[in-house]
T-cell receptor, first 113, second 113 residues
């Protein structure tokens, strides 16, 4: 079982719609969760971090964390063509306080004008 | 505030050679993590340095090594290059280390021929 899993996509949504990106992880004790956006040919850019169960909103982005079900999601409201990118979910393990951050394979999002 | 700076941006090396990549973190950040990104494997963790100490290491052969200096700048070295080492090498800097928000540099694109 892979440690962090994401649907590879591509996920296509029309402009103005809500894009929903999902991520599951295997380490039940994980405490830190991150979403990064990576445009083609560019480096990953941090969108949001979330540490507690529930929702965290930042502008058009909402991260949702459910530790009991071991999943974290990212909702993008009012999707724009500029949101077209690969979205990477990252999870910090919980074996030790110095555990490494594991990245999922990413989900490719395409927002259609 | 300056971001994470990686040098060089592009490198072409021959099999068997060695290479050194450099990463200057955001001012005040003491943690530098290195990742290898390839289309097939995604973002793979190499190692993390915090205050000149290696805190964690990924599953890479001993040909991959790194170090961190007292000013938090970090270098990564790959010896005896193989074709499979061709990748985008990214470093990420964070204030408190693994599990806190990390910011990536632009990466070094290494091509081994």
């Amino acid at each position: 079982q892979k440690e962090v899993e994401q649907n590879s996509g591509p996920l296509s949504v029309p402009e103005g719609a809500i894009a929903s990106l999902n991520c599951t992880y295997s380490d039940r004790g994980s405490q830190s969760f991150f979403w990064y956006r990576q445009y083609s040919g560019k480096s990953p850019e941090l969108i949001m971090s979330i540490y507690s169960n529930g929702d965290k909103e930042d502008g058009r982005f909402t991260a949702q964390l459910n530790k009991a079900s071991q999943y974290v999601s990212l909702l993008i409201r009012d999707s724009q063509p500029s949101d077209s990118a690969t979205y990477l979910c990252a999870v910090k393990g919980a074996l030790t306080s110095y555990d490494k951050v594991i990245f999922g394979p990413g989900t490719s999002l395409s927002v259609i004008p | 505030k300056a971001g994470v700076t990686q040098t060089p941006r592009y490198l072409i090396k021959t099999r068997g050679q060695q290479v050194t990549l450099s990463c200057s973190p955001i001012s005040g950040h003491r943690s530098v993590s290195w990742y290898q990104q390839t289309p097939g494997q995604g973002l793979q963790f190499l190692f993390e340095y915090f205050s000149e100490t290696q805190r964690n290491k990924g599953n890479f052969p001993g040909r991959f090594s790194g170090r961190q200096f007292s000013n938090s700048r970090s270098e990564m070295n790959v010896s005896t290059l193989e074709l499979g080492d061709s990748a985008l090498y990214l470093c990420a800097s964070s204030l408190y280390g693994s599990g806190t928000e990390a910011f990536f540099g632009q990466g070094t694109r290494l091509t081994v021929v």
